[in-house]
T-cell receptor, first 113, second 112 residues
Framework: DAGVIQSPRHEVTEMGQEVTLRCKPISGHDYLFWYRQTMMRGLELLIYFNNNVPIDDSGMPEDRFSAKMPNASFSTLKIQPSEPRDSAVYFC???????????FGSGTQLSVL | AQTVTQSQPEMSVQEAETVTLSCTYDTSENNYYLFWYKQPPSRQMILVIRQEAYKQQNATENRFSVNFQKAAKSFSLKISDSQLGDTAMYFCAFMDTDKLIFGTGTRLQVFP
């Protein structure tokens, strides 16, 4: 397996634009997580899914953020409208079952100008 | 809520020496899992070691070992025979159900 695949690797956009980050988890993994990493706040869990169903979205900062998982092999994290304070590295991760290790993608570096 | 604390923002060690990174956590749960992840400059998150709280024996992976003190809620990482490739951010993390909660990280620099 190729591991967790995220795209794009880098994204530069202007304030107010819509941004969509994509993730393909490892085949057969039941859990998918979205994290955000910043210097100030470290790694924050935004939302996670179990069998394509959102379980906990308490980490989503505000209504501008939304995440979907339409099927077991694809998830998106959307920011609309984007703001400069959204600039961060966004990681997607998946795991086979609960309490198992997470496999991380290589992250998307988002810069909002 | 569970919290994970890494009190050392930065550490340095000379190649071939041993270094210990500290981590404490707070939880009221009895069954949980602890992890150390490494993030080199490439920013890839790499699992270093995993510990199950119900196991008293400390986990070991080659040059990496942990000192797990359940009563003290402490989970330190020892790196033996440090190598230049160990230079990275190291994150301690806690999981009791589905969620993995990270500490703020320790930046480790290994110098020749």
């Amino acid at each position: 397996d190729a591991g967790v695949i995220q795209s794009p690797r880098h994204e530069v956009t202007e304030m107010g634009q819509e941004v969509t980050l994509r993730c393909k988890p490892i085949s057969g993994h039941d859990y998918l997580f979205w994290y955000r990493q910043t210097m100030m706040r470290g790694l924050e869990l935004l939302i996670y899914f179990n069998n394509n169903v959102p379980i906990d979205d308490s980490g989503m900062p505000e209504d501008r953020f939304s995440a979907k998982m339409p099927n077991a092999s694809f998830s998106t994290l959307k920011i609309q409208p984007s703001e400069p304070r959204d600039s961060a590295v966004y990681f997607c991760a998946s795991s086979l079952r609960t309490n198992e290790k997470l496999f991380f993608g290589s992250g998307t570096q988002l810069s909002v100008l | 809520a569970q919290t994970v604390t890494q009190s050392q923002p930065e550490m340095s060690v000379q190649e071939a020496e041993t270094v210990t990174l500290s981590c404490t956590y707070d939880t009221s749960e009895n069954n949980y899992y602890l992890f150390w992840y490494k993030q080199p400059p490439s920013r890839q998150m790499i699992l270093v070691i995993r510990q199950e709280a119900y196991k008293q024996q400390n986990a070991t992976e080659n040059r990496f070992s942990v000192n797990f003190q359940k009563a003290a809620k402490s989970f330190s990482l020892k790196i033996s025979d440090s190598q230049l490739g160990d230079t990275a951010m190291y994150f301690c993390a806690f999981m009791d159900t589905d969620k993995l909660i990270f500490g703020t990280g320790t930046r480790l620099q290994v110098f020749p």
